[in-house]
Nanobody, 126 residues
Framework: QVQLVESGGGLVQAGGSLRLSCVAS????????MGWFRQAPGKEREFVGG????????YYVDSVKGRFTISRDHAKNTVYLQMNSLKPEDTAVYYC???????????????????WGQGTQVTVSS
């Protein structure tokens, strides 16, 4: 069982930045591929980006490439989502999620992720 707790959301003006954090409980943090998703009102939850177990590979949805960066700190059992140049369309509840241990499939599918955090609200004003 893995528990995930996100933090760092808030209200920011367009063009601003936020950094989300997700702390994972569990025995072997490095065994889990981590992902970030978001869900805007009335929309499906969508993949934002993911990071490999080692942290050496990252993947992003096209709409955030060049603006968002995912990283992880194994010593702190934490994954981060640095969001720069925020736009009003980035407004959503952001969730971190983890796959089962030693997962090696696609990153972008919701079905790949076994554990989810409670979400943190990000609101970008125009």
């Amino acid at each position: 069982q893995v528990q995930l707790v996100e933090s760092g959301g808030g209200l920011v003006q367009a063009g601003g930045s936020l950094r989300l954090s997700c702390v994972a409980s569990g025995r072997i943090f490095s065994a889990y591929t981590m992902g970030w998703f978001r869900q805007a009102p009335g929309k499906e939850r969508e993949f934002v980006g993911g990071i490999s177990r080692s942290g050496s590979s990252t993947y992003y949805v096209d709409s955030v490439k060049g603006r968002f960066t995912i990283s992880r700190d194994h010593a702190k059992n934490t994954v981060y989502l640095q969001m720069n140049s925020l736009k009003p369309e980035d407004t959503a509840v952001y969730y971190c999620a983890t796959t089962p241990p030693n997962y090696s499939g696609t990153y972008s599918s919701r079905a790949a992720y076994a554990y989810w955090g409670q979400g943190t609200q990000v609101t970008v004003s125009s």
